[in-house]
């Protein structure tokens, strides 16, 4: 017997007690409900128009099984999880949150993504390539805000 749907579910034994339809659905909604916490509701005609929909959300764009949701979001986790100083997760969470669009008929066009000004070089920010270098070679220091003017260059490590 099936701990989520129906008793006489005709599938094989999952894992914890579900079937395992429930157990692939499970991950499906856990999926589901990190993006939510990451980038804010899913939209209605989104959350209900795939085959297994159904099986995730209910007709009004709810959760089926999930019930407490802890938002967090991109420029958070930016921050708190990968050490992003603040000015910088903000540019990059302005980048990348139009490429995240839940409704492709919102997401940004490459072309658009390559005009965002977070790509744009401009000698009072960090420019975006350098902090993805630094980030990727392990010297990025959230601790130490650089302001590069245009006569300066960032410190050298030693």
């Not at 989520?4 to 579900?18: E, L, N």
Request: contains cysteine; proline residues 7%; glycine residues 6%.
């Amino acid at each position: 017997m099936c701990v989520r749907c129906t008793p006489s579910a005709p599938y094989h034994r999952g894992i914890a007690g579900m079937c395992n339809l429930c157990v692939v659905t499970c991950r499906d909604e856990d999926h589901c409900a990190l993006i939510t916490e990451l980038l804010g509701d899913i939209p209605l005609k989104v959350a209900l128009c795939g085959e297994y929909s159904s099986e995730v959300f209910t007709k009004k764009g709810a959760f089926r099984h999930i019930k407490d949701l802890k938002p967090w979001g991109l420029e958070s986790v930016l921050r708190d999880k990968y050490q992003f100083r603040g000015d910088d997760a903000t540019s990059f969470a302005s980048f990348l949150t139009p490429m995240l669009a839940l409704d492709k008929s919102d997401r940004a066009s490459a072309a658009a993504c390559l005009r965002h000004p977070w790509l744009q070089p401009d000698a009072t920010e960090h420019k975006a390539a350098d902090i993805v270098a630094q980030f990727n070679a392990g010297t990025y220091r959230p601790e130490e805000r650089f302001t590069a003017s245009p006569t300066s260059s960032p410190p050298e490590d030693a």
